[in-house]
Nanobody, 126 residues
């Protein structure tokens, strides 16, 4: 069974850090472009970051640039989202995602992904 399991969410104060993890099973994460999305209460899901399957192309939402870093460990079949300088407006459920794209340098900030994690809650208090 092909699935993603994300973890690492929690409650932190503004200015703190969290590291989200997303473990893939049933498929090779290294062959896929990956992304992180989030959805806050009453809002639509939005893209946070993406990384191409070649890992040399990344993209970030303007709201998280300079604070969040997406990464992957293909040997562990796992992807990560390091979140620093967290703000209350970062509060949301965060989802990891993966999709196969033939162009290994393409990074996808749309929601057209094949596999999704179950979501992990991040709460930032002021």
């Amino acid at each position: 069974q092909r699935q993603l399991v994300d973890s690492g969410g929690g409650s932190v104060q503004a200015g703190g850090s969290l590291r989200l993890s997303c473990a893939a099973s049933g498929f090779t994460l290294g062959w896929h472009a990956v992304g992180w999305f989030r959805q806050a209460p009453g809002k639509e899901r939005e893209a946070v970051a993406c990384m191409s399957s070649s890992s040399d192309n990344t993209n970030y939402a303007d709201s998280v640039k300079g604070r969040f870093t997406i990464s992957r460990d293909n040997a562990e079949n796992t992807m990560y989202l390091q979140m620093n300088s967290l703000k209350p407006e970062d509060t949301a459920v965060y989802y990891c995602a993966a999709r196969y794209i033939a162009d290994q340098r393409t990074c996808d900030m749309t929601s057209g992904y094949d596999y999704w994690g179950q979501g992990t809650q991040v709460t930032v208090s002021s």
